[in-house]
């Protein structure tokens, strides 16, 4: 039987078909709350692109998934099954690079995957030699780790992630190191993993722009707690910014001034800038507000940006 349940985003989602599920999941480090009753719900076979600013508990929930850490309340479920943290062969099915990968210098790419893959259960024949070819490393797979750049070292995290053929494989920060080359191979490279196998992938990145073209949908949250999660189609079509641009002695004026404008939570995000929640449209009120106000731009845009929405969301740089 299929049951529903609504998060505390406001978005309800059935239970079944999650390859992530998180209720009410709660952790403190003393007096510093890191997840205040967070509520995930990931599908399957989508590239799910988690994001919040620093210190809002991303990495801390990862963690939790990974039985890393354990949360001090709430429940959790990876495909489909609950999941306590404490039972290793339920990760069998799950991929991860957490951070930056850690690799034995003296050996090569090839033996590193092998010694990464003794650890777990049996990995196919020939599966460490596709996956170096698939990362880009065939041609320095017997070179010595300690010679690999940071980029080459974070593809080869992404290729021991890989070798069991996880249906869920949780990346944080996978495009660390990487060049807009490598990124822009990166990209293809999960959207693939995505499309051939109905695989499941989580991505915790900072890079915004490259989040908006790789994701299906987003969760953001801010201080422990979800503030938005659903469709990245359906954010962008219904979430319109207009920036507006004025001197830095004036930010904080021309911010009171926009309040006043009916759903604008206005948001200053550096160098003058301010972001408000508001139909492109509704460009010209923006303009006309600061105008009466004795405020005048220097600069306009409008459109539907990831990075102005999550600005707009959890409240800024400052946040």
Request: aromatic share 4%.
């Amino acid at each position: 039987m299929t049951t529903a349940r609504e998060t505390t985003a406001g978005v309800t989602i059935a239970d079944d078909g999650l390859a992530v599920a998180t209720h009410g999941l709660r952790k403190a480090y003393g007096k510093t709350v890191a997840l205040d009753g967070l509520d995930l719900a990931v599908p399957q076979g989508v590239i799910y692109g988690f994001l919040g600013p620093n210190g809002a508990g991303k990495t801390t929930t990862i963690r939790s998934l990974l039985g890393l850490i354990h949360p001090d309340a709430g429940t959790m479920s990876l495909l489909g099954r609950p999941y306590t943290g404490h039972d290793r062969r339920r990760l069998f099915d799950v991929g991860a690079l957490i951070e930056s990968p850690s690799f034995y210098p003296y050996l090569s790419g090839r033996d590193n995957l092998r010694v990464i893959a003794s650890t777990g259960p049996a990995v196919a024949p020939g599966r460490i030699d596709s996956l170096l070819e698939l990362m880009g490393l065939k041609e320095r797979a017997g070179d010595s780790a300690s010679g690999y750049s940071l980029g080459m070292k974070q593809r080869l995290g992404i290729a021991a992630a890989l070798l069991n053929d996880p249906r869920l494989l949780i990346l944080d920060e996978p495009a660390n190191g990487l060049d807009p080359a490598g990124i822009h191979e990166l990209r293809n490279t999960l959207r693939q993993l995505v499309e051939q196998t109905d695989r499941t992938i989580l991505v915790s990145s900072h890079i915004l722009p490259e989040v908006q073209q790789l994701a299906d949908v987003v969760g953001i949250i801010d201080r422990g707690k979800l503030v938005h999660q659903g469709s990245l189609e359906q954010l962008l079509a219904t979430s319109g910014a207009v920036r507006v641009r004025v001197a830095d002695d004036q930010v904080e004026p021309a911010r009171a001034l926009l309040a006043t404008m009916a759903d604008a939570d206005p948001v200053a995000d550096g160098e003058g800038w301010i972001t408000v929640r508001a139909a492109p449209e509704r460009a010209s009120e923006v303009n006309r507000v600061l105008a009466e106000g004795g405020i005048y731009a220097s600069g306009l845009e409008t459109g539907s940006d990831l990075e102005a929405i999550f600005l707009s969301l959890t409240g800024g740089p400052s946040a």
